[in-house]
């Protein structure tokens, strides 16, 4: 079972980094829930 | 971090056990990173914002740390962020987050 299974995100992403959604992608199966994800970006 | 933002963060700590959140961050630059990871888990040191003084202590991580890389699904980093790990410097950002996470985290993966 996955470290993450069971755990609650907070997903921090940044435009001119790595964007919250394509994050969020990523751990969509693995367990966790997420309880907030946004993308700053600082302009 | 935006002030809403950091708001947001301490109701989710409140409202949920903080030993079971790990944030995840996406910055682009190391600089950036730390004072995010350490807005987190030791509050805002530009004491502007709701998480003044309150070390949360949570779990931070960044993206491109090996440890939350291995438990992110092969084909979508693939397809959302493999691009990004060419562009930036993934490296810098791990150690970054990982400095703050083990000076002031009181909770890991």
Known sequence: M????????????????????AMEACFKNSGAEVIFSVTECFV | MDL??????????????????????????AEGAEIYAETVCNGDP???????????GLAVYDIFDQEIRDLADPEEWENQISMMEMVLDPEALAAAVKGIREQF???AL
């Not at chain 1, 996955?2 to 959604?21: F, H, Q």
């Not at chain 2, 933002?5 to 700590?13: F, S, T």
């Not at chain 2, 530009?46 to 949360?56: F, M, R, S």
């Open chain 2, 4 to 29: 809403q933002n950091q708001q947001r963060v301490k109701d989710a700590a409140e409202k949920y056990d903080p030993a079971d959140i790990v944030v995840v961050l996406g910055s682009s630059d």
């Open chain 2, 105 to 107: 985290s009181k909770y």
């Open chain 2, 46 to 56: 530009t004491y502007a914002g709701p998480l003044a003084g309150v070390p949360l």
């Open chain 1, 2 to 21: 996955s470290k993450l299974a069971g755990k609650k995100l907070i997903l921090l992403g940044e435009r001119d980094g790595v964007p919250a959604p």
